[in-house]
């Protein structure tokens, strides 16, 4: 009985458990860890791959998956370069220009799925792979950078624009002088939202049902087709306001950049089923899992772990967390009944 | 019967707290089916388990032929002689693999089999096993391809591929048709006369009937009844099993007042007959035949899920031709869905959130739920339609069959409807909770038309106060309650010509069915 109460109590609290002790460790053992720019560091180096996370957590909650969200990023991060440098657009055209890309190959995706029936995985794989060879087609595989020469022998004379570089590089006040970065505050915000969603709103608790049982959803009067569809344009929405504000911060459209988001976003959405016991997707969780990757790096940084060393970490986070929500959860599940 | 096959003395099981099995005594003779009776939540199922392996047992001893048998795991049971063919078929088939192979899979782990596969030979052993069964079918064809029926031969003969002892069936005629069991029980027949003793669990009082040759009943974890004399005391054992007597249900029967649904000249397929039926507001018609008599058809139509390819229907006199569900559910026409697992029950919601889920939006405010709403609203529901429970709160799974089923008929009555349609709403669901499940639709039916559909006459028989027959996608009947002539619905149902039924020369089918309109 007592091991029983264990175990529970293992499943619902040990994530977050461990994200506490994790953080009383390093506090201690490093020398400036428990600070407030430190934590706002931590958020900052999470604040992108949170929000790719956000993204296809919806995605997973309709039984989904997304594997296109670092596409979708980076080919946010081109476009948005692209159209300011070489076309010379207004910020907010850029913004508006990347966020319909987004959704648009989000709705491809679910149209993909629902429509012609190929699995999730397999669509999205194809979209990634799409995606990855249409971005470099317009700039000939090169970064987009400010007096970068053009086909025509012309160089591209647009620059960034401050308001869209504020996007990634302002820092707003709070409580002390220039401490929250704006991505920060957009994944925040962000994760709120989702966090709403998905777990308070009726079309939340739809998404979850089709998740649970399409066929009964469908059966009870659920649009499950368009449903999905909206879960996948989320996610491409979500991928690229996440592309846009490295743009933002890296102030060039690099070619070369984002290449771990898939894995590291996916990883945290992963993670997010073990949080609380959940044993499914959850908004929360995703921001927590997000987190507990930012915060051991960040600390085992801090203790001078070679940087090579950072993605075997994560891996061994990830699996630790898979086995948390999918064994302990279904030795839970076989007790009770 | 000198021989004991199996032997169970004082079988205790509990989890946690639940004291499920309370010292079963049980004998099971060779050569004989003893069939297990016993409402959900009696402790069956658990029986089952601990007798293949799947849970240990607390306290108590079995034997098999004298020896202790105590398996480890469902691979030690059936390499001791005891084989179980579970409820869901798909457990006991691989369905993209074809006949032969299911049939001699087996071999295929077993120790010495050698690397590659010889099909030739297989396939000559798979048509031995399948000869032996009485099977038919070419046994190069995909499981997946075959009728349930078929599919759930096939598992009980891959059982039989083992050449057990003890054979259990748990439900094996729960998604059968009439014509379908008879071949199941013909089969049963041949291994009774083989000699293997049969532990057989059903709800069905026809099945019952049919295969009995002792009846044991369980009652809250033990046994509360024991029929061995022939003839068998087929009352006693349902009054045994449920705790008090079986009483025959009167239905005061409604004729309904305006009419609600009114169907014309639809075709089921593209060209079979046409069909008119009318359902009227207040009355509870029951629509019954055989697996492939149209009847899903006919449901999945009325709810919009199939569109049909001639035909007119109407709600309230308004023309009605829906789309898909959400537009049948916009228009008040519901349906509780056959086949619960699969098609209504959303596993990882709890019972409150499963009610309400076609009507989050009258729980909500600017999308927003209100969990204190749902859990009222539930709660409400649960008190009336008698689930048995801790609280809105309690995982969906954690209910027994027939406290699922309460709450997916629940789910559809907590908002006023113009028209309740109930596919198979008693499948897997025992005698108690199927009364008060049918006792709840009949006292809620004022001002909607209630149809249901159902293959047991029985229960056309004590849930509607009108019955229609269809058979190969026609009305082949109709009877109004009270006087009903048995002997010529079931005629109908089988397609016989009511000719045959003689006692009533010149009474056709169809002329019936006009009198009573």
């Known amino acids: ?337 | 019967m000198t021989e004991i096959a199996c032997k169970i003395r004082g079988l205790e099981k509990s989890f946690g707290q639940n004291h499920v099995l309370r010292g079963i005594d049980l004998d099971l003779a060779p050569g004989q089916v003893t069939v297990l009776m016993g409402a959900n939540g009696a402790g069956k199922s658990t029986l089952v388990k601990v007798l293949c392996g799947y849970h240990r047992k607390d306290a108590g001893s079995l034997e098999l032929a004298g020896k202790p048998y105590e398996p480890a795991d469902a691979a030690d049971a059936i390499s001791s002689g005891v084989v179980t063919v579970h409820q869901s078929i798909d457990d006991g088939v691989i369905p993209d693999l074809d006949v032969a192979t299911n049939l001699t899979l087996d071999r295929l782990t077993q120790p010495g089999a050698g690397l590659f596969v010889h099909d030739r030979k297989l396939r000559e052993a798979a048509r031995h096993v399948a000869e032996g069964m009485g099977l038919t079918m070419d046994v190069r064809t995909r499981v997946g391809d075959l009728d349930v029926a078929d599919r759930q031969m096939i598992a009980i003969a891959r059982a039989m591929a083992r050449a057990p002892r003890i054979l259990v069936l748990d439900e094996p005629t729960s998604s059968l048709s009439a014509t379908e069991a008879a071949r199941l029980f013909q089969l049963i027949d041949r291994l009774r006369a083989q000699g293997v003793a049969i532990l057989y669990i059903s709800h069905r009082m026809s099945d019952i009937r049919r295969v009995a040759d002792k009846i044991v009943c369980m009652r809250d974890g033990a046994i509360s009844g024991l029929f061995a004399e022939a003839p068998l005391d087929y009352e006693g054992a349902v009054s045994a099993m449920l705790g008090h007597q079986m009483t025959d249900v009167d239905i005061d029967p409604q004729a309904g007042t305006a009419p609600v649904l009114e169907i014309e000249g639809l075709r089921l397929t593209e060209d079979g007959p046409t069909v008119d039926f009318t359902a009227r507001a207040g009355e509870v018609v029951a629509v019954t035949g055989l697996l492939g008599s149209g009847k899903t058809r006919l449901a999945e139509i009325i709810f919009g899920l199939a569109s049909p390819p001639a035909g007119t229907m109407r709600i309230d006199g308004d023309a009605y031709a829906p789309r898909h569900a959400g537009e049948a559910v916009a228009r008040g026409v519901f349906m509780s869905p056959k086949d619960r697992r699969a098609n209504a029950v959303i596993p990882d919601f709890d019972i409150a959130d499963n009610m309400t889920l076609p009507f989050l939006g009258a729980f909500s405010r600017l999308s927003f739920l209100s969990g204190r709403r749902q859990r009222q609203a539930s709660d409400d529901m649960i008190g009336r339609i008698g689930v048995v429970c801790q609280g809105g709160t309690d995982s969906i799974l954690t209910l027994s069959g027939g406290n699922q089923q309460k709450v997916m008929i629940g789910r559809w009555l907590i908002e006023p409807s113009r028209v309740l349609l109930l596919d198979e709403p008693f499948q897997g669901v025992d005698i108690g909770a199927r009364r008060d499940i049918g006792q709840h639709i009949r006292e809620t039916a004022n001002g909607r038309a209630t149809v249901v559909f159902v293959s047991e006459i029985d229960e056309a028989l004590e849930i509607a106060d009108r019955i229609v027959v269809l058979n190969e996608g026609a009305v082949a009947g109709e009877h109004i309650s009270g006087k009903i002539d048995l002997g010529q619905l079931v005629a109908q149902v089988s397609g016989q010509v009511a000719g045959t039924a003689a006692g009533k020369p010149g009474a056709t089918v169809g002329a019936e069915g006009q009198d009573h309109g």
């Open chain 1, 1 to 337: 009985m007592g091991n029983e109460r264990f175990l529970n109590f293992a499943i619902k609290y040990g994530f977050l458990i461990l994200l506490v002790g994790l953080v009383i460790f390093f506090s201690l053992s490093t020398n400036g860890f428990g600070s407030a720019r430190s934590a706002v560091f931590i958020l900052q180096s999470v604040a992108i791959t949170g929000i790719l996370a956000l993204g296809v957590t919806c995605t997973l909650v309709v039984d989904g998956f997304d594997l296109s969200i670092g596409s979708v990023a980076t080919s946010s991060l081109m476009l948005s370069s692209y159209a300011m440098v070489v076309l010379e657009l207004s910020a907010g055209s850029a913004i508006l220009l990347c966020l319909l890309m987004g959704a648009v190959v989000g709705l491809v995706n679910g149209l993909l799925i629902v429509k012609f029936k190929v699995p999730d995985l397999l669509a999205t794989l194809g979209m990634m792979f799409l995606l990855i060879g249409l971005q470099r087609i317009p700039t000939q595989g090169n970064s987009v950078a400010t007096g970068m020469a053009l086909p025509d022998g012309s160089t591209a004379e647009g620059t960034f624009s401050p308001a869209f570089l504020w996007l990634g590089r302002h820092r707003m006040d709070f409580f002390l002088e220039n401490l929250l970065p704006v991505p920060v505050v957009i994944f925040l915000l962000i994760a709120v939202g989702i966090w709403l969603f998905l777990g308070f709103t009726r079309h939340g608790r739809l998404m979850y049902a089709i998740g649970s049982n399409e066929r009964a959803a469908a059966l009870v009067g659920t649009p499950v087709n368009l449903f999905k569809i909206v879960a996948y344009m989320i996610s491409g929405v979500m991928a690229s306001v996440g592309g846009m504000l490295l743009a933002a911060r890296l102030g060039r459209g690099d070619i070369a950049s984002g290449t771990n988001l898939l894995l590291d976003s996916v990883a945290a959405a992963l993670i997010g089923f073990a949080v609380l016991g959940a044993a499914r997707p959850n908004a929360f969780g995703t921001a927590i899992g997000a987190l507990f990757v930012g915060i051991l790096l960040q600390g085992l940084t801090m203790m001078n772990a070679p940087y090579y060393t950072q993605d075997f970490v994560k891996g061994a986070v990830l699996v630790i967390a898979l086995v948390f929500t999918f064994y302990l959860s279904s030795r839970r599940g076989a007790g009770g009944k």
